[in-house]
């Protein structure tokens, strides 16, 4: 019988090796306790009672490898810069975790997909994203704005992290100290809050 849980630990292991080389050391204050599977969408599981924090994955992910990498990749990328912070004020089991920002999660998305395309081809990568373009349009727009920064500058991230290692805090001037020159309209996007609709009119 295979073991998922196992196969997405080793997975998750490689993937947050590379994603520390593109993107900088993981900044954490959270304990990386590992992968589950759970009945709802993936995300990262805070436990604040004794600091782990894990992996939950789909069960669509048990059963496709690409649903796998997909939603490790993704997650993987968010473990380098945990938004909860430990530990929390209350430590309360529905503790509510601040929202990210839009480089944040393009980031992920833009990590998820070079994995994809890496370890399953460049038609797959392509397909994904034609489906992120018409039924998610904010993680569309926050892929294609972190790679017009990757772009601008390749270690873009890198730099930016020296000023400020929690990529969900990180602020105009600490693209200014960076050295990293885009468009104000592009830093503009990549500084607004994830769940702001406006910018995906």
């Keep these: 019988m295979v073991d998922c849980e196992q196969i997405a630990k080793q ?40 600091g782990s924090v894990r992996i939950a994955l789909s069960p669509r992910a048990k059963e496709n490898i690409v649903v796998l990498d997909i939603e490790l990749a993704h997650e993987c990328c968010h473990l380098l810069w945990p938004v909860a912070v430990y530990p929390p004020k209350e430590l309360e089991e529905n503790y509510v975790i601040p929202s990210a920002n839009v480089i ?42 972190v790679t017009d920064l990757l772009r601008a500058d390749p270690n873009a991230v890198k730099k930016i992290r020296k000023f400020n290692p929690s990529i969900n805090e990180v602020t105009a001037e600490d693209f200014k100290s960076a050295k990293i020159e885009v468009s104000d309209k592009l830093l503009d996007i990549l500084l607004t809050p994830f769940d702001n609709t406006s910018i995906y009119s």
């Excluded at 993107?23 to 004794?50: E, I, K, N, T």
């Excluded at 833009?110 to 994904?128: A, C, E, N, Q, T």
Aim: aromatic share 16%; hydrophobic share 40%; glycine share 8%.
């Design 104 to 145: 944040n999660e393009g980031i992920s998305t833009y990590f998820s997909i070079l994995m994809i395309d890496h370890f399953h081809g460049g038609d797959v990568s392509s397909s994904i994203m034609q489906k992120l373009q018409k039924g998610h349009p904010n993680y569309f727009i926050s892929f294609r704005a």
């Design 11 to 50: 997975r998750a292991e490689n993937f947050i090796k590379i994603a520390e080389e593109m993107f900088g050391p993981m900044h954490s204050s959270w304990r990386y306790a590992g992968v589950f599977f759970q009945d709802d969408a993936p995300l990262l599981s805070y436990a604040p009672r004794d």
